[in-house]
T-cell receptor, first 113, second 109 residues
Framework: NAGVTQTPKFRILKIGQSMTLQCTQD?????MYWYRQDPGMGLKLIYY???????DKGEVPNGYNVSRSTTEDFPLRLELAAPSQTSVYFC????????????FGPGTRLTVT | GQNIDQPTEMTATEGAIVQINCTYQ??????LFWYQQHAGEAPTFLSY??LDGLEEKGRFSSFLSRSKGYSYLLLKELQMKDSASYLC??????????WGAGTKLIIKP
């Protein structure tokens, strides 16, 4: 099992550009999440999904979009990148939403200049 | 509002014991998680508490008091590889994790 994989590992964007962060898991988990982690701050939930075709906003969804067409994939789209979106982005998955641990991908380090 | 507090940084000596505290105020409670995060890497799961008391797992133990909104992670027989950030997270009434900023643990020989 590869677990949770993310691409790319690093990316530099110019202000106003768009990009998609890819996330795939091979554990057949229903729940998937996108977080951002800024220095000195806790992880913040951007979007989450409880199954294919179902997505919902987290704490900081503005400037982002997601889709979940399959159980395995949960891409995060950034439209019109802004410097405030400079962060490390983690995708995670879990079997369920309560007592089950979340498994994290290796992260994408994004810089917007 | 929802809030998770933990110390920013702690220093301990190899072979010693260290306790990392976490206090929380959240809308609802469906369990508390501890994760370890080495620099530049993803968080990895350490422990889960939903009932009051101590959960022991090898060198690591985690304690929860729901009435006090308090948890701690106890690390024994510290090793250099334990140098990392330790993240406390509480699952709220919407089953979303609210994360603390993390405690950076520095182990000295």
């Amino acid at each position: 099992n590869a677990g949770v994989t993310q691409t790319p590992k690093f990316r530099i964007l110019k202000i106003g550009q768009s990009m998609t962060l890819q996330c795939t898991q091979d554990m057949n988990h229903n729940y998937m999440y996108w977080y951002r982690q800024d220095p000195g701050m806790g992880l913040k939930l951007i979007y989450y999904s409880v199954g294919a075709g179902i997505t919902d906003k987290g704490e900081v969804p503005n400037g982002y979009n997601v889709s979940r067409s399959t159980t395995e994939d949960f891409p995060l789209r950034l439209e019109l990148a802004a410097p405030s979106q400079t962060s490390v982005y983690f995708c995670a998955s879990s079997y369920s939403d309560s007592s089950y641990e979340q498994y994290f991908g290796p992260g994408t380090r994004l810089t917007v200049t | 509002g929802q809030n998770i507090d933990q110390p920013t940084e702690m220093t301990a000596t190899e072979g010693a014991i260290v306790q990392i505290n976490c206090t929380y105020q959240t809308s609802g409670f469906n369990g508390l998680f501890w994760y370890q995060q080495h620099a530049g890497e993803a968080p990895t799961f350490l422990s889960y508490n939903v009932l009051d008391g101590l959960e022991e797992k090898g060198r690591f133990s985690s304690f929860l008091s729901r009435s006090k909104g308090y948890s701690y992670l106890l690390l024994k027989e510290l090793q250099m590889k334990d140098s990392a950030s330790y993240l406390c997270a509480v699952m709220d009434s919407n089953y979303q994790l609210i994360w603390g900023a993390g405690t950076k643990l520095i182990i000295k020989p």
